[in-house]
């Protein structure tokens, strides 16, 4: 440390959230039931049997918490609309209440000078549209550009930033591939046709929201990672590379190159997605900026039992590697392989088991990963890769998703029972910070 100190003026810096984990009000005003929703229903999903109910309370709590981000000294809150709040069924009637929290939220951040980084969809599909298929069904392609089109077109002008999918790997995969997360599906043919489909619903909502006109810059947001071999071994290097076009390049490929990784395609084999004449023009339209969240890298070992990564500076609280440096060589190759947007860091930061003790929350892990990612990120943007922003994930501890509760990702501590908030030590250091960025 501490290469961090020196990052451009016009950097944006933010906190991010997302809806369903945040928001609770989960049938106020008219909201519909999304595919969260229902699977909360079923306690074996979450391992804490909780439920995204009442949550964070940011639904009512939304003035107070916009002052606390406002308090942070950050520049930018990247949050998410919940479909399903604002069009109940997923198709048909625009729910004006709904609308009405997200105009109200929006005032309260433009009142504070924060810029608003929108994402369209962070996994909360409505379950009405569920009931007709989901992301298997194509249709529901269709249904997201409509719903991309009225939230550019309403609020297109208010927003600096419009991104349409978060982390689209998870929907398909944790979705459809494994169970772990709504809609529950396990079967790896349907986790790979729904990813071409939100692949599709992309480039879609691209299009639709580009004829709004709007101010907002325009992208998408993926998870990625580094895939290295376990060791040198000719398995090990095959898989890393296999893992690397199956989950980076099979989102990239599409929107950059228009076409999907062939190593992949041909492993993939009978279970290769349908596509349709055009899907790639559609899917490969220009985007404004690349979202990436990073967590961290994905260690490949053909061995059995697999041999496990490192570690050397440790694991956090979901049994992640912590390692800064896959940043930097993430960023670093997809530069080398891709003209990229401006990249924006949309998500980075760790589960740690944090507790208030005499008002106050120690987490100096959280601090120093971030530290230490910062100087990842800075060694990336050294190499040439054009990083515009950085946004902490989270802003508030919040439903882990299948973790429930358990899970502490904030940089605010929430007591469930009260809804309190407490700046943990890590708030008050990125606070610290970025007045000292401010400063030079
Ligand atoms: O909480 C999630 C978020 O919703 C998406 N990206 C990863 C985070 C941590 O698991």
Redesign the pocket.
Known sequence: MNQSNHYPADFTWGV?T?AF?IEGGASADGKGPSIWDTFCLNPNNIKDKSDGTVACDHYNRYREDVSLISSLNVDAYRFSMAWARVQPSGKGAWNEAGFGFYDRLLDQLAAKDIKAHLTLY??DLPQGLQDDGGWLNRDSAHRFADYAHEVARRFGNRVAAIATH??PW?SANLGYGNAQFAPGVADAKQAIQVSHHLLLSHGLAMTSMRATASSAQLGIVL?QWTADPATDSEADRAMAELEYARSVQWFMDPIFKGRYPELALRAHGQNAPVVHDGDFTAIAQPIDFLGV?Y?FRSFCSAETPPRTPPGKLGFTD?GWEIYPQGLTELLVKLHAEYMLPPIYIT?N?M?NPDAVSGGKVADPERIAYVQMHLDALKAAMEQGVDVRGYFL??LLD?F??N?GYA?R?GIVHVDYETQERTLKDSAIWYRDFLSAQRQR
């Open positions: 991010a997302s984990q962070h996994w978060n982390e998870c998870n969240n967590y979901m998500e930061g589960a994930w989270s919040n882990e998703w973790s899970k990702f």
